[in-house]
């Protein structure tokens, strides 16, 4: 082949070897870098990295990252880490804060990376979108079926959260409630040592509900929920302070901060006074924060006459009219578990509730929801 002036162009061959002399490797006959002449004198040991290597590195600092910030500014480092970073091994790696996504920075580029990470198989990326998906988008089928997935490898969390939808029904109506499936699914949550699922079993045990009565065994798994619940605070980082653990060990009367600050201090009555513990409630898990966050942001109302449970570390919604269970004294609140129930009791309702002579809901029609609990000792207090 020619030029315009007749000349030829050179061999491939030949454009191959003075490559490989000026770069130092066999590159083929892709364009030249610019480089100051500095850094050409220099070689970039980096580049020479195999992509296994680096992705065993990534695949670390995915696992240990303690924030969604942590990982993504990985991808804006280069285009090597940008496409090495989102290979299937990392994101199944993911730890969980990596998930903990703000509900205003919502957007499809986060909705395609959870969807991904939940593609190579990271249960709590299924988890998270389940959630966001169940009740925030609205896409029940496509949220319950990510939560399955989770709940199928034995996530404790997913199987909580879809034995809390067979208990209300969710996404359907009254009765599609299935108490004997949420007892199972409970069960084996609590199996696998989830706290809330240990106390949803209690009070089912106590209470008959969806199970045989048994008030014994039931006490027992109250008490078992408390013992754990109070190990994870003490071994948790907030327990590094000596000073700060003396303290919450120590009965008091005084409000204490809420780790999770939608209310700037928690009344006196400390969430373990079964143990005699001034211990704050535990951080809620980041998909509960971002539903906190998503209906906090549309004014705490998820749709015409729905409501969220009343516990400050939940965030789940009704998804129904009268979906969620009122408390029987006061009738101004209201949980989709009894575990939100007893937890919210010892936080902060029980020294709020005021019984009233009677109280009926916004539209005068209370016989469509589930039934009331009792907000009395005898139900919601533990030992």
Not at 163 to 170: E, H, K, L, M, R
Not at 180 to 192: D, K, N, S, T
Not at 347 to 363: F, G
Request: contains cysteine; glycine residues 8%.
């Amino acid at each position: 082949m020619r030029t315009r002036r007749g000349l030829c162009y050179p061999r491939a061959d030949v454009c191959v070897e003075k490559i490989r002399g000026f770069a130092g490797d066999d590159v083929g006959c892709r364009k030249r870098r610019r480089l100051s002449p500095e850094v050409a004198r220099k070689r970039d040991f980096f580049d020479a990295l195999p992509d296994d290597l680096v992705i065993s590195i990534l695949s670390k600092l995915s696992s240990t990252a303690r924030c969604p910030s942590d990982f993504a500014n990985v991808l804006v480092i280069c285009k090597r880490f940008n496409s090495l970073a989102l290979h299937p091994l990392i994101l199944s790696k993911a730890s969980p804060k990596i998930f903990a996504i703000k509900a205003r920075n919502w957007s499809e580029s986060a909705q395609r990376f959870l969807k991904n990470c939940a593609a190579a198989g990271n249960l709590e990326a299924c988890y998270t979108l389940g959630m966001i998906m169940f009740y925030c988008l609205e896409n029940r089928g496509g949220g319950a079926s990510l939560m399955a997935k989770a709940a199928i490898s034995s996530h404790a969390p997913a199987l909580y959260s879809l034995a809390v939808i067979q208990f209300n029904g969710s996404g359907g109506s009254k009765n599609d409630k299935d108490l004997r499936a949420g007892v199972a699914l409970c069960a084996r949550a609590a199996f696998l040592g989830h706290i809330d699922a240990l106390r949803e079993l209690g009070h089912c045990l106590q209470d008959g509900y969806g199970v045989r009565q048994n008030v014994v065994e039931g006490r027992r798994f109250l008490v078992q929920a408390n013992a754990r619940e109070l190990a994870a605070v003490l071994s948790s980082a907030a327990a590094t302070s000596n000073k700060l653990t003396r303290s919450w060990l120590t009965w008091s009367t005084h409000s204490i901060p809420h780790p999770n600050h939608r209310h700037p201090t928690v009344p006196g009555c400390p969430l373990l006074s079964d143990f005699g513990c001034n211990v704050p409630a535990p951080e809620a898990h980041p998909a509960s924060k971002f539903l906190a966050e998503w209906f906090g942001a549309r004014g705490g109302v998820p749709g015409p006459g729905l409501r969220l449970c009343s516990h400050v570390g939940c965030g789940r919604p009704e998804t129904r009219k009268h979906e969620f269970r009122r408390c029987s004294v006061c009738g101004a609140v209201n949980y989709c578990s009894r575990a939100c129930q007893a937890l919210d009791w010892k936080l902060r309702h029980k020294a709020e509730c005021a019984p009233v002579e009677r109280w009926l809901d916004a539209e005068g029609d209370g016989g469509q929801g589930n039934e009331a609990v009792n907000g009395n000792d005898d139900v919601i207090a533990e030992s």
